[in-house]
């Protein structure tokens, strides 16, 4: 959840990426690693399980992957859980 918090408004939180227009692009996984303060490994994961869930996208420059939120997948989502709860 905070992932996709910091996703929905990465200039409030990584305003200091200079690689590309994070609502453009997306974050840079290693901005998330820094924040978040763990290994990269769990971050991956993390990131991994939200791209499996259809949250998040990546788009990958070189060795680099960017992240950012797939906001039609999330309001499907909350579609959902809206009629079956």
């Not at 200091?16 to 991956?44: M, N, R, Y």
């Not at 960017?66 to 997948?73: H, I, L, S, T």
Request: some cysteine.
């Amino acid at each position: 959840m905070t992932i996709l918090d910091w996703l929905l408004a990465p200039y409030d939180h990584f305003s200091h990426q200079v690689t590309g227009d994070p609502h453009e692009i997306g974050l840079c996984v290693t901005w998330l690693i820094e924040k978040l303060g763990v290994a990269q490994p769990t971050v991956s994961r993390h990131l991994e399980l939200l791209r499996r869930a259809e949250f998040v996208t990546v788009h990958r420059i070189g060795r680099w992957a960017f992240f950012k939120r797939n906001e039609a997948a999330i309001a499907a989502y909350k579609e959902w859980l809206r009629e079956h709860l």
